[in-house]
Structures are given as C-alpha cells and as structure tokens.
C-alpha cells in the first residue's frame, strides 16, 4: 500500500495546525488566570538569536500553505505577519487551515517527482515534490510548531505530550 502526497501531508498539517490552535487556547487561559499582557508570551525567545512565538507560528502557518501551493499549483493567500495576540495568531492558523481544507486531492496527488525549486537571497535550492515534502517541508513545520510548544512549556503554560500529539 503506497501513501499519497495529499494524505502525507494536508491531513497531517490540518491535524497539527488545531492542536496548536488547541494549545494557543491553553496560553489564552494561562495568560488571563495570571492577568499577562499577551506580547509576554507572544514576544518570548527560547534564546536570543531565536525568533520569538509568533513568528513561529507564523513560519509554521507559512510552511504548510507553501509546500501545498508550490505541490498543486494554486495560489496560497498571503498574510501580513502582523499578528501581536493569542486570538490573532489563532485567527492566521484558521485561516492556513481553511486554505489548506480548499486544496483538491487531486492537485497534490502525482506530484512526487514534479520540479521545486526554493530561493532564499541568492540561492537556489531544486527539489523533488517528495523530497521538498518530506525532506524540507514537515521537518520545517514540525520544527515551528515544537519551539512554539517549547516556549509555551517553558513559560509554565499546563500542556503536554497530548495537547501537541492530540488525536492523529
């Protein structure tokens, strides 16, 4: 039994981005029952050269829609980065959700060998569609979305293992 590109990776994505929703609630919670300004948690670093929550995830929200349009072909909407709040931050990952749920199966499916190529300054970096995928793509995603757990965590946040995981 083989596993298709579309199943590889917007099911997985759509299941991770509402745990993190789930989880962003927890820090809503956390941060009224202590009466925290938003911008304490959302402006935090694991470490100085880190970047801070919300541009985790944001980069986590990026990578998903990124990987699905250069797979399908169809354009992902483009979103500000201005987000400062809990409730913003949640609005971006509803919204990457939605985007994400509008892709076709059919538009990612077949493209495992299809041509990508990722430009970062001067550089070019050519790809196959699964390698992009699984080699690039869902390590990136994971990656955001963990710092953004590790953060949460850190700051005393009540999640765990469950919350991050939820019910693949």
């Known amino acids: 039994m083989t596993i298709s590109m579309y199943q590889a990776s917007v099911p997985r994505f759509v299941n991770i981005l509402g745990?993190?929703?789930k989880i962003l609630d927890k820090a809503q919670a956390h941060i009224d029952a202590r009466k925290i300004a938003d911008a304490t948690l959302t402006a935090y670093?694991?470490?100085?050269?880190?970047?801070p929550l919300a541009t985790q995830v944001q980069i986590a929200c990026d990578s998903a829609k990124g990987v699905i349009a250069r797979l399908s072909g169809v354009d992902a909407p483009v979103f500000e980065d201005n987000e400062t709040t809990f409730a913003a931050l949640k609005e971006r990952v509803a919204k990457t959700i939605a985007y994400l749920q509008s892709v076709p199966a059919d538009k990612i499916d077949g493209t495992e060998d299809k041509a990508i190529v990722t430009k970062r300054g001067d550089k070019e970096t050519h790809y196959v569609g699964m390698q992009f995928l699984l080699g690039h793509a869902v390590p990136n995603f994971y990656f955001h979305v963990t710092t953004t757990y590790n953060i949460l965590r850190h700051n005393g946040v009540e999640i765990g293992k469950r919350d991050y995981l939820g019910q693949p």
């Open 19 to 21: 745990n993190l929703s």
């Open 45 to 51: 670093r694991l470490f100085p050269d880190m970047l």
